[in-house]
C-alpha cells in the first residue's frame, strides 16, 4: 500500500507537470494548483485559464491536454530501463544473480525458525537457484511434479528421485511407522520412508508401477535431517544412466533404497543455504572446480520441507541481490527500488490509458471535445451527441476494468 501510494504521488505529479509544461510553452497562464484525494489515493489538478485555452489553435490545444499522456508514457519508459539498468547501476555495491536472499521470514510461514533474514539460498532439491524469477519458475515445476506423481492414484506416493541409500544394518534399528486405520503416522516429527526395489527403467517409466503398495514391514520414520546427508537411490538424470547402464539405482547390495511417502497434494522439496557472512567469504565456493572442497562446502546446510510448496514460496521476501559487504541495512535498498519502480511503471501507465479514454472529467474529455472541433461538417448538436455517446461508453468501460482489477485483487 505505501509503494502504491508514494508511486501515485510520482506518477501524478509527473502527469500535472506535463500539462503545465505544455501549457507555458504555449504561453497560458495558469491559475491554480490543486491537490486532493479520492478514495486514500492521491490526485492533483492544474487549471487553465479557460480564454486563453480557446483563443489557441486546435493543435496546440490538444498538444497541453495530450502533455499528461505523454510524460506518462515517457515515465514508464524510464521506469522500464531503471528496472533493466539497476544491476549494472548497483554493481559496485552489490552482486545480482549470484544466488537469492532472504529479506524477511514472517513467524506465520512454514519456513520460520528454518531460514532466516540474509541467509542465501542455494539450491531446490539441488537445482540451482540465481533469481527470483527462477525461484518462482522452479517451484511450479516442482509442484506440477507433485501433481504428475499423484494424478494416477490418490493415495500415497512413492517418487524414485527422492530416494537415499541406507545400509541394511541401520534399517533393523529404525522404528517402523505406526498406522491409523489405512494412515500412516511418525512421532516426533519424523517422516515416513518406504523401501523401494531399484526398478530397470523399462518399470519406472510405466505409471503403473511408480504408485506400488508397501509392506507395513517395510515402511520406517526416520528424522529428513539425517536421511538427505545420505546418497540418492538414483542419478539426477537417472532415466537417460538406466538406458546407458542398464540400471538407474546407485544403492548397493548391502543397501536399501527408502523413499518418503508423499501424501496427495504435498511436495517434498531439499532447501540449500548458507549465512551471508559465511557466503560472502566463500563466494568462489560455488564454481566447479573448488566444489569439492569440504571446507567450502561446510557453509551450506540443508533443510527438508514437506508441504504446499506455492504457499511456502509466497511465505517469505526474497531478493536477487547482495551486498558485497555484510551492511544489513544495504540489503534492503535494491529490493525498495525495484518495487517502487515496479510500481511507479504500472500506476503511469494506467494514468495514461485511463486519461487517454474518452471519460467524464478526465483528459480524454477535454481531448474529444478539442478532437470535434476539427469536423466542420457536425452541426453542435450532432457533435453534443457524439460527445456524450462516447464519454458514456468509456467511462462505463473504464468503471469496468476498475472493478474487474479490485474484484480479481480481493479474490
Known amino acids: 500500500m505505501v509503494y502504491l501510494c508514494l508511486s501515485s504521488v510520482i506518477c501524478v505529479f509527473v502527469h500535472e507537470l506535463g500539462h503545465a509544461l505544455a501549457a507555458a510553452s504555449e504561453g497560458v497562464h495558469v491559475e491554480y494548483v490543486a491537490i486532493f484525494l479520492a478514495v486514500l489515493f492521491p490526485g492533483a ?17 490538444l ?9 506518462n508514457a515517457a515515465f514508464c519508459v524510464g521506469c522500464a530501463l531503471a528496472l533493466v ?11 545480482h544473480g549470484e544466488s537469492l536472499m532472504v529479506l524477511d521470514v514472517p513467524s506465520m510461514s512454514p519456513l520460520y525458525g528454518y531460514l532466516s ?3 542465501v539460498i542455494f539450491s531446490l532439491d539441488g537445482i540451482r537457484i540465481h533469481t527470483t524469477e527462477e525461484w518462482k519458475q522452479t517451484i511450479t515445476m516442482l509442484t506440477e511434479q507433485t501433481y504428475s506423481l499423484n494424478s494416477d492414484q490418490p493415495s500415497v506416493n512413492l517418487n524414485v528421485e527422492n530416494g537415499y541409500c541406507i545400509h541394511q544394518s541401520l534399517t533393523k534399528e529404525i522404528a517402523q511407522v505406526q498406522f491409523k486405520g489405512n494412515q500412516t503416522y511418525c512421532p516426533n516429527e519424523l517422516i515416513a520412508f518406504a523401501s523401494m526395489t531399484c526398478l530397470d527403467v523399462e518399470k519406472y517409466t510405466n505409471n503403473a508401477n511408480r504408485n506400488n503398495h508397501q509392506r507395513r514391514e517395510n515402511i520406517h520414520c526416520l528424522d529428513a535431517k539425517d536421511v538427505i546427508k545420505l ?3 538414483a542419478y539426477p538424470n537417472f532415466k537417460e544412466q538406466a538406458l546407458t547402464n542398464g540400471s538407474s539405482c546407485l544403492c548397493s547390495e548391502v543397501e536399501s533404497c527408502l523413499a518418503p511417502m508423499q501424501l496427495p497434494g504435498l511436495g517434498w522439496v531439499e532447501i540449500t543455504y548458507s549465512s551471508l557472512e559465511c557466503h560472502s567469504r566463500r ?24 508441504g504446499d510448496l506455492i504457499t511456502m514460496a509466497n511465505s517469505i521476501h526474497l531478493t536477487s541481490y547482495q551486498p558485497r559487504w555484510t551492511i544489513y541495512f544495504m540489503a534492503y535498498l535494491p529490493n525498495l527500488l525495484e518495487k517502487l519502480f515496479t510500481y511507479a511503471f504500472h500506476v503511469s501507465m494506467v494514468l495514461a ?24 461538417s457536425l452541426n453542435s448538436r450532432m457533435k453534443q451527441s457524439v460527445r456524450r455517446c462516447c464519454l458514456l461508453v468509456g467511462t462505463s468501460f473504464s468503471a469496468c476494468f476498475i472493478l474487474q482489477t479490485i474484484f480479481v485483487s480481493v479474490s
Open 45 to 61: 489538478l492544474v487549471a487553465f485559464n479557460h480564454s486563453s485555452l480557446q483563443a489557441l489553435p486546435v493543435v496546440a490545444s
Open 85 to 95: 539498468l539497476l544491476p549494472f547501476i548497483f554493481s559496485p555495491f552489490y552482486i
Open 283 to 306: 563466494r568462489s565456493l560455488f564454481s566447479p572446480e573448488k566444489h569439492s572442497s569440504s571446507e567450502q562446502i561446510s557453509c551450506l546446510q540443508t533443510f527438508v520441507y514437506v
Open 353 to 376: 490509458l485511463l486519461n487517454s479514454l474518452p471519460v467524464f472529467f478526465l483528459d480524454g474529455e477535454y481531448i474529444l471535445e478539442a478532437t470535434l472541433h476539427c469536423f466542420g
Open 63 to 71: 498538444r497541453i491536454y495530450c502533455a499528461g499522456i505523454w510524460h
Open 231 to 233: 546418497k540418492k537411490c
Open 117 to 119: 533474514r540474509h541467509d
